[in-house]
């Protein structure tokens, strides 16, 4: 650990959670996110406000990828993370990723007990990575 001089601190993207109840915009807010985007929709409910989006691309997931999100998602961030032609990636409707990896998690489970420090960790190791890639 080292202390750097404030002046000296290289500052990375900001991280933003958009969170509000469904229908309310927090899909449409984050088209404004300037720059190169990808979005990543976990639950595909985009049809109403695609045209809100400029400079984006959409990752369409395939049955494998949706099938090991715990697996697929931290090498997405990674690939696409830290591309410099990327400038934000848009991971949307976390509550349903939370849902998907939840299921994921319960479907290895023995006793359940395990669920929630596994559950815990992924999302604690999902924020680090990126954090990690300086992208909003």
Not at 10 to 28: C, P, Q, R, S, V
Not at 63 to 92: H, Q
Not at 121 to 129: D, I, P, Q, T, V
Request: proline residues 3%; negative net charge; without cysteine.
């Amino acid at each position: 650990m080292a202390f750097i001089n404030a002046k000296d601190y290289i500052t990375k993207g900001d991280m933003y959670l958009i969170y509000g109840e469904g229908g309310t915009g927090k899909t449409t807010t984050a088209s404004y996110i300037p720059g190169n985007k990808i979005l990543l929709p976990f639950d595909m409910s985009l049809n109403h406000v695609i045209e809100d989006f400029n400079d984006t691309q959409i990752y369409e997931m395939n049955s494998d990828e949706k099938r090991t999100l715990n697996v697929f998602l931290p090498k997405f961030i990674k690939s696409y993370g830290f591309n410099e032609k990327v400038d934000a990636l848009i991971l949307d409707n976390v509550s349903f990723l939370y849902s998907e990896i939840l299921e994921i998690y319960s479907k290895s489970s023995k006793n359940n007990y395990d669920i929630y420090p596994l559950l815990q960790s992924f999302f604690a190791e999902l924020a680090n990575l990126l954090r990690e890639t300086g992208k909003t």
